[in-house]
């Protein structure tokens, strides 16, 4: 489960010793031009009920902005235009409420409108007020998507498919055996339900799919890879590049990757959530977690702390969209079990922010591919303010970064020099992804070039 707060991301810009890094201004996100970007972006319509001058909708808008960038670019503008020929309008409908009950998610489809909403509740507790999660909007959107591929691919082929995959399990019915053919006992009430958590799960909670099992193939899996099929063959933005939930089936590294991934769980640089994930694209947001554990590992937590004079977040209240409980984070004592590893992500985003290697903008973009360039400049800088020579490098003839601003040429041939992101001899890959076990080699490489601060 996702806890919201106020989000994130990565660029990059700084001076040191005659050398350009790169890291950013914190700029507060403007509401109005947020909301103009999304209706553009996405083609949908955002409305925003009750809106007094005095409320802030600004944590809406970024529970929307985040939920939609969950999926591959262009998905969800290609629904709204499919629909828009149709008549069909898709809104997006923000609103205050006075009860909690109605802080979940919401969702209508019928032949004028397709309405998603996002609720706001003041909050007593806090000087701000309490949202719908992310991952309730993302539920919403699941519907959406799936209701999408019902009109396109067609209700009775998934559905007829979906039965024999299900075998001896049918709908409205839980039994032995039924863990290993419906993600959980909401999944197996209806077919219309059981699309719509295949899509949440595999988008907010990959690691509790790829580890069924015992990290064996179900019918849990053959389901989600037979649904990213129809998505791949339904939606033109969806590419080679976007490997659709690979993240959520179960995976095994490579053995080249075999000796760093035992070193860094030995050290417990690979936490549980991680537990499978090898030849996916890691993240942004995942790439700031890994790296600030390594980082607080080398130096310990008081040292970690001192150096870059962190300061603890406010706490927030939360909701299971499905389950329908409300819970706030660690320090309340009330933990909902899928929020735990989502809780320590979302301080190392806010650590990786204050700093000053993400921005506003990207943490809402946190759940993007990074690559290979974006790397390098953040254990630039971070090696700069842990004591590494960053002035220490050779120039590198690659033929691929002519396009490569003068500035950023230094961070890549300082990257090359200590081998932490190697070229293949003739080329870098700038704009490269790199899988989980890549990264777990690159961070290796960094924790060990690490002086001790």
Partial sequence: MIRIIKVLCISLMFCFIGTTAYGFTHEQLNEDKLKENLEKEYGINIVIHNNEDNINYIDSLTVLDRGLKRFPAGMISEITKFYSKSGI?????????????????????????????????????????????????VYEAGQYIRDYLFKVYGYDKIKTEFEKLNGECKY????????????????????????????LFSEAHPEVLRNLNNGSYTAIHKK??????????CFTSVTSDTRLWQDALPQKPDEWAL???????????????????YNSYI?????????????????????????????????????????????????????????DGCNDKIKRMDEAYQICFTDDESRINSDEYITRLEMAKILFYLGNELGMDISDYKDVEYNDISDIDESEKPIIYFSAGKGLLKGDGTSFKPYNYCTYQETYMILMRFYNLLPTV
């Fill in 259 to 277: 000796d760093a991934i035992k070193a860094m769980k030995e050290s417990s640089l690979i936490p549980e959530e991680f537990e499978g994930m």
């Fill in 224 to 233: 989600i890879e037979y649904l990213a099929s129809i998505i791949d063959q």
């Fill in 283 to 339: 993240t942004k947001g995942d790439f700031c977690f890994l790296t600030l554990n390594l980082i607080e590992s080398k130096l310990g937590k008081d040292k970690f702390g001192k150096l870059f004079g962190l300061v603890k977040q406010e706490d927030h209240v939360a909701i299971d969209p499905i389950k329908g409980e409300v819970y706030l984070d660690k320090k309340t004592g009330n933990i909902n079990p899928y929020e």
């Fill in 89 to 137: 309008s898709t809104n997006v409908i923000i609103d205050r409420t006075e009860t909690i009950s109605d802080l979940f998610s919401e969702y209508k489809l019928d032949k004028k409108r397709a309405d998603l909403y996002i609720y706001i509740m003041q909050n007593n507790i806090y000087d701000d007020a309490c949202v719908a999660s992310e991952e309730g909007f």
């Fill in 172 to 199: 409205e019915t839980w039994g032995k055996g039924y863990e290993n053919v419906f993600i959980n006992k909401h999944s197996a009430m209806s077919f219309n339900d059981e699309i719509a958590d295949i899509i």
